[in-house]
Structure formats: structure tokens, C-alpha cells
């Protein structure tokens, strides 16, 4: 939702508004990951895949709070930032914001998208906005995001003993026994909720901008996962094996999700 400009404005105007809804929202998705990387070190490698990777503390990271447009010098634009303070601000962090703002800006919203499915090898990114450092950052985000949900359900982890003391808890009452086979391929979505940007006399002001987290089965995995079933899967009635698709589902939501 974008709210508080008037309608008739030029559709330069309003995909400039768009484009600050659509960074606001990138933005918040790969901060948290982007500068806790780079504040472990100089030099920030990507971890490694079999390396665990935890929730960061929380922190308020460099924001683009508002831009300024001057009708007669549409191209010379004022970018206002917040969140830190200024004597603290990252100069680096500053130029990532504008780069973002730009790609969303000159980049089609239907290619604004990344996608690590492992059936999908062949729809990881469009090809221009994989040409820019928001496409890369957001391609790196999705990759932790999953070693992330990966690291929370590891067994060995805070959370993955609980989560698989639920699930075996769950199959037991179910099924009378742990000895089944349960899909736990879970993708983790990251979407836009709402965002409120109010429009005044050049300036465009984010008040608002919210992301939502959800579970959304991957049909196409779970297709793949159940060709590969083992024997006591496939023979089970139609209802317990839905109930076996959907056991993790419940569990990840409840206990990864949060």
C-alpha cells in the first residue's frame, strides 16, 4: 500500500515513490545480514555452507528515510538518512542505500525477485537486476536466510532440540511410533505487509514499512520428496500422509518462525 501522495502525478513521480516503497522493503530484508557480516570483519566472506549460523543481536541499521526531488532538476536528488548517528555514519552503508534506490528505480518490478530453489537451477535471478549490488545482496540474504532456517533446525542447536523433540513428540501421538518418514523442507518467505509514504512539495517520507515472515509450502519439492519416500511413507492412508507433510509445517511455524 502506498498512501498519502495524490493521485495524477507523473509515472515518473510514482515510481519514484514505488521505487523508495520497494528499497524501504529490500533494505530492511538484507540489512541485518549484510552489516552483521561486514562488521566481523574488513573483508566479509560468505559462510561457509556446513557452518551454522545464528539470529545477530538486534540493532537500528543506516535507513533511508526520505528523499527530496526538485521538479527543475529531477535528476539531482536529495537522499536523507537515519538511523544511527551522524558522527557514526558509514559512508559505505550511505553509497549501498543509493545503489539499492537506483537498481529499484531502472530495474522492472516483475525482475525484482531472487530464488535458490534447488528445482529451480534455471530461475535464480534475472539477468539485470543480477548485475546489481541490490540483486547480489538479496541473492546472499535468500542463501542465509535458508543456512539460517537450516542452522535453527540443525539437531544439535537450541532450537533444533526442540523442534525435533516436537516432531517426535507429534509423530508418536499420530502414528504410535517415531519410525516414519516427515518432510522437513520448509522455505521461509520474507515478503512486503505495508508501507505508508506520504508525498509533500518534492519530499517523499517513509512513516511506515513493514515486512511479514511465513511458511509456504514448496510443491514442487515436496513433489520431489515424495517420488523419494521411503516404503512406510507410501504406504501409509491419504490422510496420515498429509498429516505427515503438514507435521513440520506446524512445528516450523511455532517454534522456527517466531
Known amino acids: ?39 566481523s570483519a574488513a573483508n566479509a566472506q560468505v559462510p561457509v555452507p556446513s557452518n551454522l549460523v545464528m539470529p545477530s ?57 531472487v530464488n535458490l530453489s534447488p528445482y529451480e537451477a534455471d530461475r535464480i535471478i534475472p539477468q539485470q537486476f543480477g548485475e546489481t549490488a541490490a540483486g547480489r545482496d538479496l541473492l546472499l540474504q535468500d542463501k542465509l536466510l535458508k543456512q539460517l532456517s537450516s542452522s535453527l533446525t540443525y539437531p544439535e542447536s537450541e532450537t533444533g532440540k526442540i523442534f525435533w523433540q516436537r516432531v517426535y513428540e507429534k509423530a508418536k501421538a499420530i502414528y504410535g511410533t517415531t519410525a516414519v518418514s516427515i518432510d522437513t523442507f520448509q522455505r521461509v518467505w520474507i515478503m512486503p505487509e505495508k508501507a505508508v509514504v506520504y508525498e509533500y512539495n518534492g519530499t517523499a517520507f517513509i512513516a511506515e514499512s513493514h515486512l511479514k515472515v511465513l511458511l509456504e509450502d514448496d510443491y514442487k519439492a515436496l513433489n520431489n520428496f515424495q517420488r523419494e519416500a521411503s516404503e512406510v511413507t507410501k504406504r501409509l492412508p491419504e490422510p496420515n500422509a498429509h498429516k505427515i507433510n503438514s507435521l513440520s509445517s506446524e512445528i516450523t511455524r511455532e517454534i522456527i518462525l517466531p
Open 1 to 39: 500500500m502506498i498512501s498519502g501522495f495524490k493521485s495524477g502525478r507523473s509515472s515518473l513521480t510514482f515510481k519514484v515513490l514505488a521505487s523508495l516503497v520497494g528499497l524501504c522493503f529490500l533494505y530492511e530484508t538484507v540489512a541485518m545480514d549484510i552489516l552483521r557480516l561486514r562488521s
Open 57 to 113: 543481536v538486534s540493532f537500528l541499521p543506516t535507513a533511508l528515510q526520505a528523499i527530496h526531488i526538485d521538479p527543475q532538476f529531477p535528476l539531482d536528488i536529495d537522499f536523507i538518512i537515519d538511523g544511527v548517528d551522524e558522527d557514526n555514519l558509514n559512508q559505505q552503508d550511505v553509497k549501498r542505500l543509493i545503489q539499492y534506490f537506483l537498481a529499484t528505480l531502472t530495474t522492472p518490478e516483475k525482475d525484482i525477485w
